[in-house]
């Protein structure tokens, strides 16, 4: 069985004693509030943040304002989401050990067992869709890197066959506590791609003689909307980090920190990207970098990234279906060849569908919405007001300021969503669909994340 979690109690405030050295904290047997922030943060700063600056195109310096708002809406809903998890820990005793699914178990205590399925869809549509995403971009950036290092000319439906091989044994540890290494390696690898990416796109941008912003439009908006918002998911793995506290009612700082973090790489990226290039910027800002070392360098940091993400993003739906499975949480012959399983399922469906990038964003636009902006305010005000008159349980009654926002945020959360999933749809809609990759291997591979 997996090292039993050390819980400390519910302390009112930030104490210096959390804020030791990374390997003394894991070794403790659970994650403290900086270690739990890194992995948050290194979770949620993926390759969205290449298409900031792009978003803001059509949105004009306005768009600077969007990130704001994300930021702290993100942040009241993960911490609503961290409130979730305290209530349920004071109130019911299965909530104070190990749990191995704990998105869907807050779920099901919100709205039965209806919550419990629907979240748990949602996650694996959501995790295991951006697991198939992660495949085919870590299979194209190899491709890129070594054709310009090595002139290697394979194809990508081979490039992809070696990915799986090479994250299958990553994605056996047991739970995020076991692998912290890998989330400092994930946000340690984005900050510095960002930072070569600025200093690269500044330079370029000076050369220009006259930088041309093109005008705000309302599609402009609504696309930078989704673009932005979507920079900001990754709540349906902040249960599962929080379940690996060793004091779970202090989340709230680590979404705090996290939140933070994300803002000071988001920020910058998308105003230096914008502000430097105008309308010569790419969707994929990498895209918009002079050839070079740094733009080599930045490929090579992004694929690290990736690599070091996956194990991230695909471990709470591998935990649910051990769960159902009843595969032991100790390290084990079945727990490895689940995983191992699972990787090589993603890689089936990348192989067969190597352009479903507009796939991925029907899924995405509908169940990360819910994720992050639908269901944490959902689920803690079902949950605050269950506690109202309960013997032995401590209240939580939700002022009336508080519930408006969490009613507004979960309308704008499903009015964004359904842009996107329209968006979406349009592209399937107009999509050309390629051969599978085990029937041609010349098919080139599209997808976005």
């Known amino acids: 069985v997996l090292d039993p979690l050390l819980h400390t109690g519910h302390p009112d405030k930030l104490g210096h004693n959390d804020l030791v050295p990374l390997q003394k904290e894991v070794m403790a047997g659970g994650l403290s509030i900086v270690t739990a922030a890194i992995f948050l943060a290194g979770e949620m700063a993926g390759s969205g943040v290449l298409a900031l600056p792009y978003a803001l195109l059509g949105t004009g310096w306005a768009g600077l304002f969007l990130i704001v708002f994300f930021t702290i809406n993100s942040l009241f809903t993960g911490t609503r989401l961290g409130l979730c998890w305290v209530m349920l820990e004071d109130r019911y005793d299965e909530f104070k050990g190990e ?63 070696i990915t799986a091989c090479t994250l299958a044994p990553l994605t056996w540890f047991g739970t995020p506590k076991d692998f912290w290494p890998i989330a400092v390696g994930a ?51 902040f249960p599962t980090i929080q379940a690996d506290m060793k004091d779970r009612s202090q989340f709230k700082y680590a979404a705090i920190f996290a939140i933070l973090i994300l803002f000071l790489i988001y920020f910058p990226m998308a105003s230096v990207g914008y502000f430097s290039l105008g309308d010569q910027v790419e969707d994929n800002i990498v895209v918009a970098m002079s050839n070079g070392w740094q733009k080599v360098t930045v490929e090579i940091m992004l694929l690290l990234h990736l690599v070091t993400a996956f194990p991230i993003i695909t471990n709470p739906p591998a935990q649910m279906f051990e769960e159902m499975l009843k595969i032991p949480t100790s390290f084990n012959i079945k727990r490895c060849l ?59 009654r939700i002022p009336l300021w508080e519930r408006i926002y969490c009613w507004a945020l979960i309308l704008i959360g499903v009015a964004g969503g359904c842009v996107a999933t329209y968006s979406a749809i349009v592209s399937i809609a107009d999509a050309e669909f390629s051969q599978p990759c085990y029937i041609s291997t010349n098919v080139t591979a599209s997808a976005s994340h």
């Not at 890689?347 to 990360?368: D, K, Q, R």
């Open 338 to 396: 689940f995983r191992t399983f699972s990787v090589f399922g993603l890689l089936f469906i990348a192989e067969t569908i190597p352009s479903f990038g507009a796939i991925l964003n029907l899924v995405g636009g509908s169940t990360v919405t819910l994720l992050t902006f639908v269901f944490p305010p959902l689920f803690y005000m079902r949950i605050a007001d269950a506690t109202i008159g309960v013997k032995g349980v401590q209240e939580k």
């Open 99 to 161: 749990v191995r699914d704990p998105y869907p178990a807050i779920g099901k205590k919100a709205f039965g067992r209806a919550g419990e399925i629907i979240s748990l869809i949602c996650i694996c549509f959501t995790l295991y869709g951006g697991g198939c995403v992660f495949i085919v971009l870590i299979s194209q950036l190899l491709q890129g890197v070594l054709m310009e290092l090595f002139d290697l000319d394979w194809s990508i439906c081979f490039w992809m066959l």
């Open 187 to 237: 946000l340690v690898t984005t900050v510095v791609a960002c930072i070569i990416i600025m200093v690269n796109v500044a330079q370029e941008g000076a050369e220009f003689e006259k930088v041309v912003y093109p005008a705000p439009t309302v599609n402009g908006f609504f696309s930078a909307f989704g673009t932005i918002m979507f920079a900001f998911a990754g709540a349906s793995t």
